[in-house]
Nanobody, 118 residues
């Protein structure tokens, strides 16, 4: 069983920075494609950023140039550095993994709140 544990959320002022981290249990992190999603109240869950097992990142247009996704295979961790945050970044952020190992697998973290407000 794979478990994902997010940390680093909280309250931040507009223009500020926040760093989310997700630690993944299990010995196969290096083959996992990792992603961050978010869901704001009354809206559907949306992809924020993803990073492949090989380290290639992709971003939603709304966060390009402000957010950076990274991974540390030695620590089974994926991070989301959020800079110049805006009120519209307020949401519950979810860590996600997808991988194939004799079949497709997908797991989600429990989610962590990020609130951007002055």
């Amino acid at each position: 069983q794979v478990e994902l544990m997010e940390s680093g959320g909280g309250l931040v002022e507009p223009g500020g920075s926040l760093r989310l981290s997700c630690v993944v249990s299990g010995p196969i992190f290096s083959i996992m494609h990792m992603a961050w999603y978010r869901q704001a109240p009354g809206k559907e869950r949306e992809l924020v950023a993803r990073i492949s097992s090989g380290g290639n990142p992709n971003y939603a247009d709304s966060v390009k140039g402000r957010f950076t996704i990274s991974r540390d295979n030695g620590k089974n961790t994926v991070n989301l550095q959020m800079n110049n945050v805006k009120s519209e970044d307020t949401a519950v952020y979810y860590c996600n993994t997808q991988y194939f190992l004799s079949g497709p697998y997908e797991y989600w973290g429990q989610g962590i709140q990020v609130t951007v407000s002055s």
